[in-house]
């Protein structure tokens, strides 16, 4: 176990380091930092002056540490667009990203695990067949295409929702807000929330009931039913439990690709999250910024990605046997 975390440890590690090579390319290729940071009437000594101070003068690799170093301590620089640090306006955006992510990804997972296990165990029946065939407009549609449809179906035709916009929020703490002690956050969540995770839903969905079907077929699952078990316990003890392994692979993926690709929603809903700002961004070539939202969103993926690898060692027990083995 032990071995296990320094290993997924030095593999994240080795991770982020690349993500920040990338990162930090952007100031180097992407224009010039001081073009963007001082206006056309700058004089030469002006902009000498200003890249000796910001270090730009100094070899790449030496920027490439301070760069590092200042990313750990969670200083990015200053965005050229907005003039404020780039951590700063991060922490005002991310709570509301979140917050559309986690409500996505319960909305995505519970509903996606339970009508997998449904069509799963009722495959013949019309409701089955109904869900299935639903399940095509989520894998089909683009998500902005869903997006515009239900704001023309829930905000302008029927007026029960709002189209854009996080609705009222409330402190907590000097750096969180929250929508969710709000009547109008909680409603302004839902079809942004459902548009995003619409389509891990019918991903999730899909991969639940082909898994619950293949492990429906083996062997051990006819000796149960031979042996008299009950078929509540044998649906959700022995079949469920077998099929989870390769749905926290893929569940673990797209909760990160719901932070990640959050870009789109949060146009299309002027979600005030930290994608809006990415598009902003990378249309004012705000470089610090974007750099700064490279990394967040690989840590983001890294944190995911070892909490799945530990995930595997609680379900898997032939994971713990192998340890076992090994260390005897």
Same mark, same amino acid.
Not at 131 to 141: E, Q
Not at 218 to 236: M, N, P, V
Not at 296 to 315: K, T
């Given at each position: ?85 780039? =951590? ?5 955006? @991310? !709570?509301?990203? %979140? ?6 990804? &319960? #909305? +995505? ?24 065939? =639903? ?5 089909? @549609? !683009?998500?902005? %295409? ?6 023309? &179906? #829930? +905000? ?173």
């Amino acid at each position: 176990m032990i071995a296990m975390l320094i290993r997924r440890i030095i593999q994240a590690v080795i991770v982020m380091l690349v993500v920040a090579f990338i990162s930090f390319s952007l100031f180097q290729f992407v224009g010039d930092p001081i073009n963007n940071m001082v206006g056309q009437e700058a004089s030469q000594q002006d902009r000498a002056e200003l890249r000796e101070r910001l270090g730009l003068n100094d070899p790449i690799p030496l920027q490439f540490v301070r760069f590092v170093g200042n990313a750990v301590q969670g200083e990015f620089g200053i965005s050229y667009r907005m003039a404020r640090p780039v =951590s700063e306006v991060i922490m005002e955006r @991310l !709570p509301a990203t %979140l917050e559309l992510a986690f409500v996505s990804g &319960v #909305f +995505a997972l519970s509903l996606g695990i339970g009508l997998g296990v449904y069509t799963a165990l009722n495959r013949n029946g019309w409701l089955s067949n109904f869900i299935m065939s =639903s399940s095509l407009v989520g894998v089909s @549609l !683009p998500t902005f %295409l869903i997006g515009i449809l239900l704001i023309y &179906v #829930f +905000a302008v035709e029927l007026s029960w929702l709002p189209s854009f916009g996080r609705g009222d929020v409330v402190p907590i703490g000097d750096s969180w807000t929250t929508g969710f002690l709000t009547a109008s956050g909680i409603q302004s969540l839902i079809l942004p929330a459902i548009t995003l995770g619409l389509f891990q839903l019918t991903l999730i969905m899909r991969l639940v009931r082909a898994e619950m079907l293949e492990v429906l077929r083996t062997d051990y699952i006819k000796f149960a039913r031979a042996r008299g078990l009950k078929q509540r316990s044998i649906h959700f003890h022995h079949a469920l439990k077998n099929t989870m392994l390769p749905v926290i692979t893929i569940t673990g993926l797209q909760l990160g690709s719901i932070i990640a690709f959050a870009i789109i929603t949060e146009t299309v809903f002027q979600w005030p999250g930290v994608g809006l700002l990415f598009i902003n961004a990378i249309r004012f070539v705000d470089i610090p910024f974007m750099s700064a939202y490279l990394l967040v969103i690989a840590l983001i993926f890294v944190i995911i990605n070892f909490i799945v690898d530990m995930l595997y060692f609680v379900v898997d027990p032939r994971l713990r046997a192998t340890k076992r083995s090994a260390g005897r």
